[in-house]
């Protein structure tokens, strides 16, 4: 039994020798891994660490970034970069340095052109042939990678290409940054001991226009192109945008914001390209030019007459004809064109693509025999006049004609097939729309082409309307503050002591002020319901204090003294600033001022708010037909035939007199002149008598809105009217 015991034990021993030895193995083998895990995790950060120093270090010298301060990381491994784009932004980036005398495997060195190159083990980064520059326009962002001992670079969205052995344990570029050598440069100094220098951000930033001119490579003759622009500018600069381009070409500067906008550019009809200057100009006497290359795409059309033709289109390599097209045939670059038997044109778009596989589109137009063709049978104009440009394909010369003698034509230029012609459209001083043809005809063929042009629109002026009730208020509204009675609105003048707003006159009819002087203070309404803010021209109206009775403008509208409630009741508004007890905005009767006061009194009146509006409908009068005047208070009308009408003329104005002998009364109409038109203003003046007494003098703003024959018809926003013999 212990022989068996002893058998048993042996290998057991074995067993658990062997078992100790491969776990010590194992845990060797872990450990190596571990460590080969960690040393290529240090290499990754280091490469990472390198390619974030050449990303900036190429930034920096293409004027991505400036810095603006520069400050030691708290465990002194590097440095905190606090950098600023063009335009201010600002981006906050870590350097952490490498110990100087090294020299890494990559780095940056200046030729004896003045530009940086990179480096690689102290030689030039060569990729193409060509030594890779870090500066410049020319200047490429570079990115390098280790495999198998071997360094890689990439440049830009290129492919990864060999670029040298990997010899270094240490590959970081940057050594110090030294920011407090000069007042206007920061000097990075690289391992190797070269030294690059590049501009701080407070002198960094300069007057330029950000625009995306990639817009601008290919549009069309005839049709605009709009971009957005900004213009960045140093603060405390101001600017003016001005362009140069090419006769006939159209270029609109519109500006949107104070630092941004929108430019139009529309190339001519026939043009192939041009250049486009855009200038800055800013108030320090700095500017910024920018050139635009505009490519305008090439439009190719064939225009031929009724007879079987060949064109050869030298560039094309392959022809596309549109299926269904039957007489148009190709081979090879030349298209046969079948003759045109019928009397009706016939056209067709093909394409074809050349040499550099680019596809163009040609359009064929073949002419029936003796064919007139113009491009469309009607055209609009704008009631104020307009020119309109177009072309009759044509295989004769057509004589045009027309009735309309507001219609002017005549041949831009002369041509073998393409005839451009100019169409000339007088303003249309009209309420009613016109149309009129113009003809072109040569023996039995006939094409007609329609005007039609608008009627003038009619531009009623603006006035100022009361409001009756809170929820009619919108932030960018225009306001007066005015007395209840309608007889002064607040001023634009400001007390001596800057406590109180002065009183200027206005005249309120039926809750509407229709004109108003300069010396009314005009309110920008800001902010929204229970807290508007009033913006007047010098500031921001606020009670400002709690103790006295104050209205003053102050330069910002963050104190709740400027945040203003509203409610209004039958057009009384009450106004109080959210702060304090004085804080109700009054008329002053008897001091005649507007300020605030705790609440209300015998002379401290509440105060209404006319918000700024278009006039109503003056159309109302059109209803009538006969000679006479139409007044909506009133409800008084004379008829010529029933009443006797008297015309009198002094050169320049008219007054008409209408009398109604059976009730002794008596109607004078005055202030129409023979000047005004269809659309013009006037301040007609009526008078009304009853015997010796006046029943009626008052002026009404009208505007003429029918001139017809001998007859004017004369209307106002509330519906009165006059018509009225020229």
Request: glycine letters at 8%.
């Amino acid at each position: 039994m212990r022989k068996f015991l002893l058998l048993l034990s042996v290998p057991f021993i074995l067993f658990a020798g062997a078992c100790s030895d491969l776990e010590e193995r194992l845990n060797n083998l872990t450990e190596r891994v571990d460590d080969h895990e960690t040393r290529l995790t240090t290499l990754e950060q280091k490469v990472a660490n390198l390619n974030n120093q050449v990303a900036l270090i190429n930034e920096l010298l293409n004027g991505k970034y400036f810095v603006q301060d520069v400050s030691d990381l708290a465990d002194g491994s590097g440095y905190k970069l606090t950098l600023v784009d063009s335009k201010g932004t600002i981006t906050e980036k870590t350097v952490l340095n490498g110990q100087k005398g090294e020299t890494p495997d990559i780095g940056l060195k200046q030729d004896t052109d003045g530009n940086y190159y990179w480096t690689v083990n102290g030689q030039w980064l060569v990729v193409s042939g060509q030594k890779v520059r870090a500066n410049g326009t020319d200047g490429k962002t570079a990115e390098f990678k280790i495999e198998d001992g071997k360094w890689y670079v990439k440049i830009g969205d290129g492919n990864w290409q060999l670029a040298g052995e990997a010899r270094q344990s240490f590959f970081s570029l940057i050594s110090a940054i030294d920011a407090d050598s000069s007042a206007d440069k920061v000097i990075f100094t690289l391992t190797d001991g070269t030294t690059v220098e590049v501009p701080k951000g407070g002198s960094a930033i300069k007057l330029h226009l950000v625009i995306d001119e990639t817009a601008f490579a290919e549009i069309t003759g005839g049709q605009p192109v709009t971009v957005p622009y900004e213009v960045v500018a140093p603060a405390g600069i101001t600017f003016t945008l001005r362009s140069y381009e090419p006769e006939g070409w159209s270029v609109i500067i519109a500006p949107s914001g104070e630092k941004n906008g929108s430019i139009t550019v529309e190339a001519p009809a026939g043009a192939t390209s041009g250049k486009i200057l855009l200038i800055l100009v800013g108030s320090d006497g700095s500017n910024f030019v920018t050139s635009i290359q505009v490519g305008v795409k090439e439009v190719i059309s064939y225009a031929v007459d009724e007879e079987s033709h060949q064109i050869t289109i030298a560039a094309a390599v392959k022809i596309n004809i549109p299926a269904g097209i039957t007489w148009i045939t190709a081979q090879g670059n030349v298209l046969t064109l079948s003759e045109n038997t019928s009397y009706d044109a016939r056209s067709a778009v093909i394409t074809y693509v050349d040499a550099d596989s680019v596809t163009h589109t040609v359009t064929v137009v073949q002419a029936q025999k003796d064919a007139i063709v113009i491009p469309t049978s009607a055209l609009e104009a704008d009631a104020s006049g307009d020119t309109l440009n177009f072309v009759v394909s044509t295989n004769v010369v057509p004589t045009v004609s027309t009735e309309a003698g507001w219609l002017h034509t005549q041949p831009a230029t002369k041509g073998l097939s393409d005839h451009p012609y100019v169409i000339t459209v007088d303003p249309n001083q009209s309420a009613e729309t016109r149309t009129g043809t113009i003809v072109f005809s040569h023996e039995q063929i006939h094409q007609s082409l329609t005007i039609t042009q608008a009627a003038k629109p009619l531009v009623t002026p603006a006035v100022y309307e009361i409001v009756t009730d809170a929820s009619e208020l919108e932030s960018g509204d225009e306001l007066l503050i005015v007395n209840l009675d309608g007889t002064f609105a607040m001023a634009e003048q400001v007390s001596a002591s800057s406590s109180y707003r002065a009183i200027t006159a206005v005249t309120a009819e039926d809750g509407v002020i229709e004109s108003i002087s300069s010396n009314v203070a005009v309110i920008s309404l800001e902010g929204s319901a229970g807290a508007w803010v009033f913006h007047v021209s010098d500031g921001y109206l606020a009670a400002t204090s709690a103790s006295k009775n104050y209205l003053e403008t102050v330069q910002s509208a963050g104190t709740d003294y400027a945040k203003w409630t509203i409610s209004i009741a039958g057009g009384e508004a009450t106004v109080k600033a959210k702060d304090g007890t004085r804080n109700q905005l009054c008329y002053n009767a008897g001091a005649t001022r507007f300020s605030c006061y705790s609440s209300t009194s015998t002379s401290q009146k509440a105060v209404a708010i006319y918000k700024k509006g278009t006039s109503g409908d003056p159309t109302a009068v059109l209803q009538h037909s006969v000679y006479g005047a139409y007044l909506k208070d009133n409800q008084r009308s004379y008829a010529i035939g029933i009443d006797q009408y008297l015309r009198e003329y002094d050169g320049s104005a008219l007054t008409y007199v209408l009398m109604n002998p059976a009730q002794k009364e008596q109607l004078v109409i005055t202030g129409y002149s023979n000047t005004l038109k269809y659309g013009d203003n006037a301040n007609i003046t009526v008078n009304w008598k009853q015997g010796r007494s006046t029943v009626l003098s008052k002026t009404y703003k009208m505007v003429v809105v029918k001139d017809e024959n001998s007859k004017v018809w004369l209307g106002d926003s509330k519906g009165n009217g006059v018509i009225i013999r020229k």
